[in-house]
């Protein structure tokens, strides 16, 4: 016996009472039975009824693709019921990308051809939704007949559909244009509408279109002015605005045609000034059409006056109590200000306001219009704005906030005392959402401001005898204190206020930092080389300090103890040294990217300043103790034809790979190379002579979303078989920087990965410096590399997570 | 317009309207990432977001949320009244339309739908056209046979 099945909504109402999603799932399965048993032999009567049924289903996610035939057939049928709901499933289910979506091509054409003009318009509307290119060009000459049709119904759906079929057939732009001129001229809106937009459409693809079109401009200027003065239609208008949508697409188009062009701009600019001056903007429906006139305005040449208007009207948005429209000012704005400088700067004081705006989307573009907004004049009192802002603004904007302010403050700093106390602001409020540079940055720069030794050590040393829990503010400070500690309890600063300091009381302190639990690794690593600087400035014994010292030979860390056990050695076997060393260091050059490399390369995320000074103790003890340093210098190698066989039975086997010479000191992880190899190298010299030297690994790009690109290369230095370097490449040709970027690898077990730290963590927009990081992955067992990717950034102030397999690895990476 | 999503403040899609291509999987994804950003905004925020290259337009209507993906170049106001036209015409059908009157005739709601908006374009502005439309075409449903033209007259 065959259970009767459901109606559509009786079918609803057992879904919707289904308990559970496994309730619902029985109710579904059950029904889909049903459904496929009547599509084989059912009644065709009641075939749309059991597609109807199909469809909800379908909206909840469950699979529906075994209706698609039950589509075609509904199609096909001559019931207009069956018509109806056929296309609506083919618009549902039927996808470009499937070959059955073709086979609904000829029913199309017939029922444009032969239809009522309600068939007609589903065939039109069918078409315009899922229509593929090859349908386009198999129908573009029955649309361009149905253009000419008596019913006005059928014309505007013509027009419209045209429009798809140019988007997806652009060569079709030759069909369609010319029914456009007479097109123009008809009354009805809907058909005027679809025109307008068709025309845009044509003059977006093709500049011969465009200039045709242009001819059109009076005409346009027309019909826009008959709706904004006389043309009240009732049953067009929306609160008391004519026709708003036909409107804003005819002023959509005007602006396409006025774009660098004087004289269609001319014809414009009456009608325009007319527009922005008497539309009601007390609803919606006005600030549309008002903001189109804006931005028409804008965009192409008009007269200044005018473009001092629109500016001013979209200061007028900012004040609006509708916050869409203050959202759209704001966007607006933030476009015209690279263009317009001085006419946006006079809402600078709304847009300031409008940072305090508890709509987070709102805020965020008040913080970027504020910052395109300061300039050296205004610089002091922005500044004060913006880090108020910042103290009070939501986490995810204080980073781009931090970040912006220091840039802001980098190039219109009017002194460097301002400049560094802004920083050091910046960095009490916001210390861990500033950018790993910052702290070297403001070290660069006290470093080169003599002048203000005394006042940066004294407002530091307060600082942090407040508050040691902001590392890069104690970072700082802690340098600060070991290089001009002396000026602490020497002489005096006329720029702040007098304070008496103890040597005692400043030692305690920077205990206090080293022995916090609130301190990184890399603050701890400061705090000792302070101390220890201390040593020599202080007037008082060396005792406490070397205690400490001694105490941190046996710390856990391996990174200090190193330090503590060579700052101990100093005080023993080389004190008559330790002046020199430990004199104050001289002013490091700004250098952006070479601080980088270097840091790369030794492979340690502390800042360039301390690396100076660290690496010439390390120097000094390596000739002292003469131990080999991490450096690892390959012999250079250039084989003569005739000696070659000679050469390559004395020295190491191979040539030394790129990737090991540039980056001379490599991580101690790299393996010394082989020096007396004599005898296994004969049957790999052997080989070498007879075959071609080893192609490079192409480049492989594995990534790309909205211009952020990422390309891996891929080095195997010959003389270690198991090892592959692979650099990662992030480069970004959007307009948006890319921020906090992190990238994460993961590999088979049998692999050994190691990640060296990232050249940084932004990538700036417009094709900036790109970001570089190297990964080293040991594959002894020479198994088929597989890599996984995972990365994190913030990219138009969303955050995106990204985690992806690395599919078409060359086969020269691990065999 | 790329597409259109209606759904419920619990996040259950009531109707998808496509304009763009895309694959049944890239679909469900965009919907349900799409879903929980704008459910996850508050009540007193803007209409607006930017998400992926698209620009949002979302306005809540008692317990449905109507969200638009619009392209750069378009207007987010209009789009406002887009969508609150399309509201305006299905209270009209529906009389004082609910959530409930949705799911029950959501091909209705599409039908509906397509007279107002084509190819993600508006095609008629006038309420009263749209509506009218729609009536005739119910009526023409009710007869089972193929109707000749002289019997309907279209606007």
């Given amino acids: ?815 | 317009m790329q597409f259109m999503l209606l759904f419920s403040r619990q996040g259950k899609l009531r109707l998808q309207k496509w304009y763009v291509p895309l694959s049944d999987k890239e679909k469900k994804k965009i919907t349900r990432e799409l879903v929980q950003t704008v459910l996850a905004r508050k009540p007193k925020m803007c209409s607006f977001l930017e998400w992926r290259d698209l620009k949002i337009v979302y306005k809540r209507y008692a317990s449905l949320y109507f969200c638009c993906a619009i392209e750069d170049q378009d207007n987010e106001l209009i789009t406002l009244e887009i969508i609150h036209r399309y509201v305006e015409l299905l209270d009209k059908y529906f009389g004082s339309v609910c959530e409930l009157d949705i799911i029950f005739n959501f091909e209705k709601a599409y039908f509906i739908l397509d007279e107002f908006l084509l190819g993600g374009e508006v095609q008629e502005t006038s309420k009263k056209n749209v509506l009218k439309a729609i009536e005739q075409a119910d009526l023409l449903q009710e007869k089972t046979e193929y109707v000749s033209q002289q019997e309907v007259l279209w606007v």
């Fill in chain 1, 1 to 815: 016996m065959v259970l009767p099945s459901l109606k559509l909504q009786d079918l609803i109402e057992q879904i919707r009472g289904a308990k559970t999603q496994a309730q619902e799932r029985e109710v579904i399965q059950k029904e889909c039975a049903h459904i496929r048993a009547s599509f084989r032999d059912g009644d065709p009567l009641h075939r749309h009824r059991q597609l109807a049924k199909l469809l909800y289903v379908h909206m909840l996610g469950y699979p529906a693709h075994f209706g698609q035939m039950e589509c075609l057939k509904l199609i096909a049928s001559t019931r207009f019921t069956d018509k109806r709901v056929g296309y609506l499933g083919a618009m549902l289910l039927l996808d470009e990308r499937q070959d059955a979506h073709l086979l609904i091509t000829n029913s199309i054409k017939n029922d444009m051809s032969q239809g009522v003009p309600a068939v007609q318009g589903l065939a039109l509307c069918t078409l315009s939704t899922m229509g593929s290119a090859e349908m386009c060009r198999d129908l573009a000459s029955e649309v361009e007949k149905l253009l000419l049709q008596p019913s006005p119904y059928v014309r505007k759906k013509a027009v419209l559909t045209a429009v798809h079929m140019i988007r997806k057939v652009p060569e079709l732009s030759s069909i369609f244009l010319p029914p456009c001129t007479q097109l123009l001229r008809e009354r009805h809106h809907g058909i005027l509408l679809g025109t307008v937009t068709l025309i845009t459409e044509l003059c977006e693809r093709s500049p011969a279109a465009l200039k045709h079109f242009r001819k059109m401009v009076p005409q346009l200027v027309q019909i826009l002015r008959t709706l904004v003065t006389t043309g009240y239609s009732k049953e067009h208008s929306i609160s008391g605005i004519s026709d708003p949508f036909l409107q804003v697409q005819i002023l959509r188009l005007l602006r396409i045609l006025g774009r660098n062009h004087d004289e269609s701009s001319d014809a414009m600019n009456d009608l325009l000034a007319q527009v922005a001056t008497n539309t009601d903007t007390s609803r919606n429906a006005g600030n549309a059409v008002l903001f189109e006139t804006v931005m028409t305005i804008m965009d192409i040449r008009s007269a200044a006056g005018l473009r001092v208007l629109a500016v001013n009207i979209l200061g007028r948005f900012l004040l609006n109590s509708d916050k869409n429209i203050r959202y759209v000012a704001l966007t607006s704005l933030l476009r015209l200000v690279q263009s317009d400088h001085s006419a946006v700067q006079r809402h600078r004081p709304t847009v300031v306001e409008c940072l305090q705006e508890p709509d987070a989307s709102l805020s965020r573009r008040a913080l970027e219009l504020s910052l395109a907004l300061v300039n050296s004049s205004n610089v002091r009192a922005m500044m004060q704005e913006l880090q108020t802002f910042l103290s009070s603004c939501p986490p995810d904007l204080r980073a781009d906030c931090a970040s912006g302010i220091l840039l802001a403050a980098e190039r219109f700093a009017p002194n460097k005392r301002w400049h560094i106390d802004t920083i050091l602001r910046v960095l009490t409020m916001a210390g861990i959402y500033v950018r790993d540079d910052a702290v070297a940055n403001l070290i660069q720069l006290i470093g080169g401001a003599q002048e203000l030794h005394a006042y940066s050590v004294r407002r530091l040393y307060s600082a942090l005898a407040e508050d040691i829990s902001q590392q890069p503010t104690v970072q700082v400070a802690t340098w600060c204190i070991g290089e001009y500690g002396d000026l602490l309890w020497e002489g005096s600063c006329e720029e702040s206020e007098p304070l008496q300091v103890e040597e005692e009381e400043v030692l305690t302190l920077l205990e206090r930092v080293l022995q916090s639990h609130l301190s990184l690794p890399a603050t701890r690593g400061y705090a000792l080389t302070a101390l220890m600087k201390l040593s020599t400035r202080l007037r008082g014994d060396n005792n406490r300090i070397r205690q400490v010292v001694s105490v941190y030979g046996s710390c856990l860390d391996v990174e200090l103890q190193q330090r503590a056990v060579e700052y101990n050695a100093l005080f023993r076997k080389y004190d008559h040294m330790r002046a020199a060393i430990l004199e104050k260091m001289p002013v490091v050059e700004p250098s952006g990217p070479q601080a980088d490399e270097e840091a790369k390369e030794s492979g340690e995320a502390v800042p360039s300043p301390s690396e100076p000074q660290a690496s010439k103790l390390m120097d000094l003890l390596d000739l002292l103790d003469g131990s080999s340093g991490e450096a690892q210098q390959l012999p250079p190698m250039a084989p003569s034809p005739e000696d070659s066989l000679v050469h390559l039975l004395d020295l190491p086997c191979d040539p030394p790979a790129p990737a090991c010479s540039s980056s001379a000191a490599h991580p101690a992880g790299a393996p010394p190379l082989p020096v007396d190899d004599g005898t296994r190298c004969l049957r790999p010299t052997r080989e070498l002579l007879l075959s071609p030297t080893p192609a490079p690994i192409p480049n492989l790009r594995v990534f790309e979303r909205e211009g952020l690109q990422i390309n891996l290369s891929f080095v195997r230095p010959p003389e270690t078989p198991s090892l592959l370097l692979i650099t990662v490449t992030a480069t970004n040709t959007s307009g948006g920087d890319v921020t906090h970027f992190i990238c994460q690898a993961a590999v088979p077990k049998s692999f050994q990965l190691q990640l060296q730290p990232p050249s940084g963590d932004t990538v700036p927009a417009q094709g900036g410096l790109p970001m570089t990081q190297l990964l080293r992955i040991l594959n002894p067992n020479k198994a088929p590399l597989r890599l996984k990717l995972r990365l994190t950034y913030t990219h138009f102030g969303q955050s995106v997570q990204e985690i992806f397999e690395v599919n078409n690895l060359p086969v020269e990476t691990w065999q």
